[in-house]
Nanobody
Framework: QVQLVESGGGLVQAGGSLRLSCAASGFTFGTYTMGWYRQAPRQERAFVARISWSGGSIYYADSVKGRFTISRDNAENTVYLQMNNLKPEDTAVYYC?????????WGQGTQVTVSS
């Protein structure tokens, strides 16, 4: 049974930091590209960052470049999103996603709220 469980969300003031984690199980984590997406109220889900299976390729949305860092620990089957200098517009539910070919799995999401 595939599971992606996000954690680490919460309420933080603008300028603060949070570290999201996504613990994976039920599939060969180390062979999947992992990504973070977010969905703000009344908006579509949007790409935030992704990291290749080896960690050798990393991409960010322009809106988070220089503030967010994605990383992964294949020994722990976990992907992380370090979020620094948070802004109110970063407020959203954050989801992790695993992709490989036609396979795609999503977590249930974790709420991040940034107050001004």
């Amino acid at each position: 049974q595939v599971q992606l469980v996000e954690s680490g969300g919460g309420l933080v003031q603008a300028g603060g930091s949070l570290r999201l984690s996504c613990a994976a199980s039920g599939f060969t984590f180390g062979t999947y590209t992992m990504g973070w997406y977010r969905q703000a109220p009344r908006q579509e889900r949007a790409f935030v960052a992704r990291i290749s299976w080896s960690g050798g390729s990393i991409y960010y949305a322009d809106s988070v470049k220089g503030r967010f860092t994605i990383s992964r620990d294949n020994a722990e089957n976990t992907v992380y999103l370090q979020m620094n200098n948070l802004k109110p517009e970063d407020t959203a539910v954050y989801y992790c996603r695993a992709t490989k070919g036609d396979s795609s799995y999503w977590g249930q999401g974790t709420q991040v709220t940034v107050s001004s």
